[in-house]
């Protein structure tokens, strides 16, 4: 993310395939799993504080998801705030996990706006529903 993190707020990552928040609360080190597009992030669980927050989600967290799910290691289904959706590309790449063809076709692999996927392989990856969303 290129803005400045907003103390408080609790942002979402990816963290080995799933979703969570790390509580933004001071000291406190919890951190819980969310659903996909979760707005309220309660800090819950043993040890937790209590906090309450909103969570503040990445632009295109189904475009993160079409792209991690490429890795077969589970632990390596990782995106931090900050990360771009060309860098988990890149990695995705230089790890050559890529689907069969899609180096070597010629053709676009990923555009993105507002670090939203919009044309390439990678939308065509995407669910049915999301291509006719950003159609729309
Ligand atoms: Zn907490």
Redesign the pocket.
Known sequence: MTDLAIPGLAYAEANWGRWIAR?P?GL?T?AVQIRRWQQRFE?AGPG????TTQIVWPADPEGIEVLLAMRPDVHTRSWRPGETLQDLLHENAVHDVLPPGWLTESGCILETRGERVTAGQVLTALPEYRRREIGA
Not at 48 to 51: L, V
């Open positions: 509580c609360a406190c919890s800090c937790s504080c209590g906090w």
